[in-house]
């Protein structure tokens, strides 16, 4: 008779993958990762890269200027306020 399944069998990579130790740097190495996943999705899934008309390279660096704007802006909030 077979044993009960581990409730992590249908993972395929070890669990101990995902326990990296990097302090103060896993929110930055997220929004890094997240950025290059971004970043390729837009480039090959809703084909900006082979899109060669200028309306949509506008688009597209008008919305990384705007993401610019508003990441600067809450970085400044951030910055600014006082946490006691």
């Excluded at 899109?51 to 660096?61: N, P, Q, W, Y």
Aim: proline share 5%.
């Amino acid at each position: 008779m077979r044993d009960a399944p581990d409730e992590n069998q249908h993972c395929h990579v070890p669990r101990s993958t995902f326990n990296f130790a990097l302090g103060p740097f896993n929110p930055i190495i997220a929004l890094l990762i997240a950025t290059i996943k971004a970043t390729l999705v837009v480039l090959f899934f809703i084909h900006v890269k082979s899109a060669s008309e200028k309306l949509t390279g506008a688009v597209v660096v008008s919305g990384f200027f705007f993401l610019a704007i508003l990441l600067t802006q809450s970085l400044a909030d951030y910055l600014t306020r006082s946490w006691r």
